[in-house]
Nanobody, 114 residues
Framework: VQLQASGGGLVQAGGSLRLSCTASGGIFSFNVMGWYRQAPGKQRELAAIINSGGITKYADSVKDRFTISGDTAKNTVFLQMDSLKPEDTAVYYC?????????WGQGTEVTVSS
């Protein structure tokens, strides 16, 4: 299973970015797909996830600013990040849970300047 993520970058506070992640490698369906993030010096934490039924879960810190969506037919998930804050600066990791296992992408950097 391979995860290809894109969309990270540098943005000013208040700006927006859109991350995308596509899973490939013999995946027919997934249970959960989404994003975790790891800020410098901190543990990896959940940002947002979505299950195959479209139910979403967000970290409290990103609610009302981030929106996760998915295309189950293409095993692709998107994370629309609006009203970004400097504390959103982190490496964002795509994750997919399928066949009882978690698979992680390499991470994409998001830097929000103040």
């Amino acid at each position: 299973v391979q995860l290809q993520a894109s969309g990270g970058g540098l943005v000013q506070a208040g700006g927006s970015l859109r991350l995308s992640c596509t899973a490939s490698g013999g995946i027919f369906s997934f249970n959960v797909m989404g994003w975790y993030r790891q800020a410098p010096g901190k543990q990896r934490e959940l940002a947002a996830i979505i299950n195959s039924g479209g139910i979403t879960k967000y970290a409290d810190s990103v609610k009302d600013r981030f929106t996760i969506s998915g295309d189950t037919a293409k095993n692709t998930v998107f994370l629309q990040m609006d009203s970004l804050k400097p504390e959103d600066t982190a490496v964002y990791y795509c994750v997919i849970n399928t066949d009882g296992r978690n698979y992680w992408g390499q991470g994409t950097e998001v830097t929000v300047s103040s």
